[in-house]
């Protein structure tokens, strides 16, 4: 009687630990994960697809209704009607879309390939969302976090804060930017590598910023280029990226179409998918295009990824600033430094080489250029550049023949000049 009272009480004392088990928070870096919230959080991202495609770096691509994409969950596009095409580009001429390749100078066209391209395409009407999983949640310090940058992702070029402060931010930068004008989107040819990133919370990317507002709580900042993230993507590809924020990445924004703004319009290109080709040193340098303007007629901000796919585009109500026009235009690369033991990393930014060894070795942005304000692409005026500490990584600007104004930058991070 004895043992089978003990053995009763064994199992149910199983069935209660199994069921507060699974009923429990699941707890990562500190921060609940309850399955309500992450069912719910999944719900919101993953919509309904008429078709999902495998793709060989182990995304699911699906291909979701455009009318039914995360965009229009914003409580300001409840009713909004979707833009299929810009009233006006900066660019009057589209050619057939490429990523560009220099050898010894000497220009090559390759298509512009994602990987997910070789197991399907989109059908009309769709577009591409990589799909988010559970596992890429956990990652994340909160699902309420999950696909936000840190505060403290904007270089400051005249912050009156000393370096010392800006770099314990965990951020370094190597830019060029241009300032205290009056600017309405920004272009350049961004060289496209796979730099190593040290920790699974540290990131590499490079990037074009178009920013409204003041350093502070109501800075409006958009963005794209390409990164490196482990956490975010749970792997080491290089990715085609976006962000947006209005309130200095507070509260409002996030990277790709991880929440509501982003309308995207192209069924060919999906936000955060892998890019192929990469650089290699010494051989074939590879490179993709960014176009950011605002639309004259609508007062939108589209995108334009290579010469031909228009992406989509952040509505002019999400802004404030930015509502009428940018003030600062930043060029570059941005790594996480999480400084494990009091080391600086050894995350690479762009090639993880420095500037001055230069073409075929040291990572590039070409081409870099303002729309102004008679809605034309030019050469900006009163370029400068910065970088938080230039024995991790540093830049180093050039002008002119057919590169226009463009600069080199990057670094491997520790190194005996940077401990």
Known sequence: MAA????????????????AILTSPVVSGGNAFSDLKI?????????????????????????????????????????????????FNPESVFSESKVSSTTKKNQQSHAITQLWHVNGRCPENTVPIRRTRRRDLYRASSVEKFGMKNQKSIPKPK??????????????????????????????KIN????????????????IWVLGGNFNSDLNSIEAGWQVSPQLYGDNHTRLFTYWTSDAYQGTGCYNL?????????????????????SNFGTSQYDITILIWKDP????????????????????????????????????GEVVNSQEEGQHTTTQMGSGRFAEEGWGRASYFKNVQVVDGSNELRNPD??????????????????????????????????????
């Open 39 to 87: 069912r719910t959080h999944l719900k919101r991202l993953n919509k309904p697809a008429l078709k999902s495609i495998k793709s060989p770096d182990g995304d699911i691509i699906d291909c979701v209704p455009i009318s039914d994409q995360p965009a229009f969950a914003h409580p300001l596009l409840i009713n909004h009607t979707v833009k299929m095409m810009p009233s």
């Open 297 to 332: 007629k609508e007062g939108h901000w589209w995108l334009q990824f290579g010469e031909k796919y228009i992406m989509g585009y952040w509505p002019a109500s999400l802004f404030s600033y930015l509502s009428e026009s940018a003030s600062m235009i930043e060029w570059g």
């Open 258 to 278: 991880l929440c509501s703004g982003f309308v995207q319009i192209n069924r060919e290109i999906a936000m955060g998918g892998s890019i192929s080709p990469l």
């Open 192 to 207: 496209v590598w796979k730099p190593d990133v040290e920790m699974p919370n540290e990131f590499s990317l490079a990037q």
């Open 4 to 19: 089978n009272w003990t053995r009763a009480s064994f199992l149910l004392a199983l069935v209660i630990m199994t069921v």
């Open 159 to 188: 912050s009156v804060e000393p370096p010392s402060v800006l770099t314990q931010n965990g951020h370094q930068h190597a830019i060029m930017y241009v300032e205290d004008g009056v600017f309405y989107g920004a272009k350049a």
């Open 382 to 419: 009163n370029l400068q550049v910065f970088t938080d500490q230039e024995n991790c990584y540093n830049v180093k600007s050039g002008n002119g023949g057919s590169w226009g104004s463009h600069f080199y930058y990057g670094g491997p991070g520790r190194n005996p000049n940077c401990p």
